[in-house]
């Protein structure tokens, strides 16, 4: 009856069973990384500030370059009238809605950052460090402007110069925020989570 038993197992549900599974090879990651003397969670975070520190200096150099060649200069077009660089200073938020609120808009940027940072503690999954990565890094690119820029600390307004037909202007900063945030969603709906573990709804 025993052997009966243990050849049989108990029935599990297929939902469980592959939660099981996840946490077992996550565990199992995390074992090998510890013994290979790198854990896992350091080189993600590692990850995480590389993509931060790359969005940020492209963001950086890019609007020195343009603050330099192309501010009070003619817009220049890059494919016809459909899309063109042309510098302009936004003191709202990003493709320059809520002009009113620059003081605002700057601690909700900070704040994101702060938070950012505290979550890279717990963070083990590559696709999400990635993604605060890209968030990290526009918004550091923004803040800069909003510190340092005119009229004033904490006031500044952002260098935007990426303009398309029909839409407004924006800058690599506001780039690497909506493709982070785009990447956040698209992780959220496959029930990926920033520790690396996958849940089902």
Not at 63 to 72: D, F, N, P, S
Not at 151 to 178: Q, T, W
Request: net charge neutral; charged share 20%.
């Amino acid at each position: 009856m025993a052997e009966a038993e243990r050849i049989i197992g108990t029935p599990e549900t297929p939902d469980a069973d592959r939660d099981g599974q996840d946490r077992a090879e996550h565990d199992r990651a995390d074992a090998q990384d510890t013994a290979a003397g790198t854990p896992r969670g350091k080189r993600r975070v590692a990850v995480l500030f590389a993509v931060a520190a790359v969005a940020y200096a492209l963001d950086l150099i890019s609007k020195m370059i343009v603050v330099a060649k192309l501010e009070h200069h003619a817009p220049i077009e890059i494919i016809g009238d459909w899309l063109r660089f042309e510098a302009i200073r936004n003191a709202g938020a990003a493709f320059g809605f809520g002009e009113a609120f620059t003081v605002i808009f700057t601690v909700i940027a900070a704040t994101v950052i702060v938070v950012i940072v505290r979550l890279a503690r717990k963070l083990y999954s590559l696709p999400w460090a990635i993604a605060l990565g890209l968030l990290l890094g526009g918004a550091l690119g923004n803040l800069t402007d909003r510190i340092f820029r005119s009229p004033g600390v904490f006031r500044g307004a952002v260098v935007d110069f990426i303009a398309p037909k029909h839409f407004a202007v924006f800058n690599l900063a506001d780039s690497a925020i909506v493709c982070g945030g785009i990447l956040i969603v698209l992780l959220s709906f496959r029930g990926l989570d920033p520790d690396g573990t996958v849940h089902k709804d």
